[in-house]
């Protein structure tokens, strides 16, 4: 079985389609910070090169995220779950991530059983 975002199910779904939705709600929230900061119409470039790394980071970090979830990495999950514990302080989203972990992994054997 090929694992794909196609196969994947509701919940993991909705979990990925949160993150973009989040993702990009804060993305528009500091563009339109930098673009209206003060009123000024130049903002400090050293303000614009710092929010341009953290909105690069943060998509780059929602499509890893998507890319774990939907082709089933249960080695880059688990390290998605150990970052939103240690750095993140996020124990929800680290349960949610242990979670999705737990049933790609019990969908991988079920696979492997049936092949």
Known sequence: MDFSYGNLGF???LFIWCNWFF???FVGALIFKIGYSDGAPD???TVVIGFSVLLISLVA???WVQVAISRRR???LA???LLQLVPFLSPIHAVMFFAI???S???INVNEQAA
């Open 11 to 13: 919940w993991r779904k």
């Open 23 to 25: 993702t990009f709600l």
């Open 43 to 45: 903002p400090d470039p």
């Open 61 to 63: 970090y929602c499509y």
């Open 74 to 76: 249960l080695s880059q």
């Open 79 to 81: 390290l998605l779950t």
């Open 101 to 103: 972990w737990w049933f």
């Open 105 to 107: 992994k019990k969908e």
